[in-house]
């Protein structure tokens, strides 16, 4: 009956294997009742600056662990161990005529295509960018000034655009599910430590690897993958999926996991005209800040020596106000990079390697618009808004995939931008002086004016010093949701459909994308049995 402790304070500068004698010290045992422990959750206390702490939530087996818990049974930080049980169905017995088909390789597709690969099913995934391989030097090519690929980019190919979002596997779930997905991480070339890190980090340099890692378990276990075979339609007959047709031709199936992304924007057109329930959902838009990195080091650790400790800082922050501001995918050590599925149009993001090791940090500075400010019914309002800015910042750079950019300070005292200035940016493929406040609607313009400043005077004055921003920031989300049921996770009318993921309006971010397409398989799973034979 292994003992769980939570909040255990350690001094960053005290080593993990300091552990075993601050949990004896604090259930007041002998040093050696400690006979094993294990991490289950681990964060940085950075309230007080010049005395940061890491705090954990350990598993301990004790000499004497009933007595203990016994003598604990009052305290909320000392209970029994109990760990949540995954759920892992032994497969189903309806026939599973064609293999299940998963559209996308992005968090949500890969996961789903692993776990169907893990329990025999031998699923096909089709993406309709190229291979990790290929998909790198397509994008060292346009960010040093080449032509945008509207198929093989930042967001298309092998791995989605979570591949080239930063890696953060950040998440406000538990449970599980998400531990699995985490393992499944490790298994696939993460590091042991991501199952507890309170903000976990891959780093874009090793999604690659990991994505790569994952498909050639898929492909060991039977699975199969198709690049640069893009989804155009969907063929259904009786209310049931019967196939797929794709632009390297038609796939029998009748299951579908539709892991499309939120910037398959040709798709979800495609899919409203089949008669998808299609509907609006509120989603997040805004610009990107960045400030030299060693302006928030300072900010956040007050000591030179925690940098060499703890590495480049990050921060998390929102501003309360008439409409909240707050910070989102915060990249420490990073680069701006863009985000851009059709041509003609400019949208930011952001990145960084897991050493954190440039001189600049960013992050996006996101506001939530809801449905009835897209100024449309249509279901697909939200992605007409975010074409119509995205066109206009393309505009507005020089119509050359440059970034627009201005001081932060002039934003916020609604000056225009000093034309002509060469700003400081991460941005590679380089910026041009511009007035962003063309390139938001009015009230996120209104929400990012008014909450910079009270960002700025928690830290004292330092926040907008030196900072720039670019954009706009208009894919924090998905602006679409397509229709499922609770139960069964299929689209209402469609037999075989499962929308996963952010590009179906159900996740946001890596993780809990990767949860949700794995949950759409395990029903899978639990219904059906594998093929027999190759399925093919």
């Known amino acids: 009956m292994p003992v769980r402790i939570t909040n255990l304070s350690l001094p960053v500068e005290k080593p993990e294997a300091a552990l075993p004698a601050v949990i004896a010290q604090r259930l007041k045992l002998p040093a050696d009742a400690v006979q094993r422990f294990q991490i289950l ?36 930080d000392v209970q029994v161990f109990e760990p949540e049980v995954f ?15 998963v559209v996308g390789t992005g968090p949500a597709g890969l996961l789903a295509g692993y776990y169907l690969a893990l329990k025999g099913y031998r699923p096909l995934l089709i993406e309709r960018g190229a291979a990790v391989k290929e998909r790198v030097p397509a994008i060292r090519t346009f960010d040093s000034g080449g032509p945008h690929d509207v198929e093989n980019n930042y967001l298309f190919g092998e791995g989605g655009a979570g591949c080239f979002s930063d890696g953060k596997l950040t998440c406000r779930m538990s449970g599980a599910d998400f531990d699995w997905v985490l393992r499944s991480f490790v298994t696939c070339g993460g590091r042991e ?67 499309i992304g939120h910037s398959a924007r040709d798709t979800y057109a495609a899919l409203l005209e089949a008669g998808l329930p299609l509907k609006q959902k509120a989603f997040q838009l805004g610009l990107r800040i960045e400030q030299p990195q060693e302006q928030v080091n300072a900010w956040k650790y007050g000591r030179d020596a925690y940098l060499d400790l703890l590495g480049a800082a990050d921060y998390s922050m929102v501003a309360n106000g008439q409409r909240d ?14 985000s851009i599925s059709e ?12 050493r954190h090791d440039t001189q600049f940090a960013n992050s996006g500075l996101m506001v939530t618009l809801n449905p009835d400010e897209f100024g449309s019914t249509h279901p697909l309002a939200g992605v007409h808004l975010q074409q119509k800015f995205e066109a206009a910042a ?86 679409v949701r397509i229709d499922r049921d609770y139960a069964t996770r299929e689209t209402p009318g469609f037999a075989g459909l499962y929308p996963i993921g952010e590009g179906a309006g159900y996740a946001g971010g890596i993780v809990s994308a990767a949860v949700d397409g794995l949950r759409s398989a395990r029903e899978i799973v639990r219904r059906f049995a594998p093929l027999v034979g190759r399925g093919e």
Request: charged share 25%; net charge positive; aromatic share 8%.
């Open 343 to 354: 041509p003609n149009m400019f949208c930011s993001n952001g990145m960084s390697n897991s």
């Open 41 to 76: 959750r681990k964060s940085l206390d950075a309230r007080k600056r010049m005395n940061l702490q890491f705090v954990y939530s350990v598993m301990a087996e004790l000499a004497d662990e009933s007595a203990t818990l016994k003598r604990w049974n009052n305290d909320r």
């Open 394 to 479: 393309f505009q507005l750079a020089g119509n050359d995939y440059k970034a627009p950019i201005m001081w932060a300070k002039d934003f916020v005292a609604e000056r225009s931008a000093r034309l002509g200035d060469q700003l400081p940016s991460s941005y590679e493929r380089g910026t041009v002086s511009a007035d962003l406040r063309h390139v938001l609607p009015p009230a996120v313009t209104r929400a990012i004016r008014d909450g910079l400043p009270i960002m700025d005077r928690r830290w004292r004055g330092e926040y907008l010093k030196n900072a720039t921003l670019v954009g706009p920031e208009m894919r924090g989300s998905s602006p």
């Open 193 to 259: 430590s991501l199952v507890y890190e309170h903000r976990p980090h891959l780093g874009s340099n090793k999604l690659p690897m990991i994505c790569r890692n994952y498909r050639r378990e898929i492909e060991r276990l039977g699975g199969e993958y198709k690049f640069n075979c893009r989804m155009e339609g969907i063929d259904i007959v009786d209310g049931q999926v019967r196939g797929l047709q794709t632009s390297s031709g038609y796939i029998p199936t009748r299951h579908v996991l539709l892991g």
């Open 325 to 338: 501001l707050y910070s989102f995918c915060m990249c420490a050590g990073g680069i701006v990079i863009p």
């Open 87 to 101: 759920d892992n169905p032994s497969s189903g017995s309806n026939p599973l005529e064609e293999r299940p088909v």
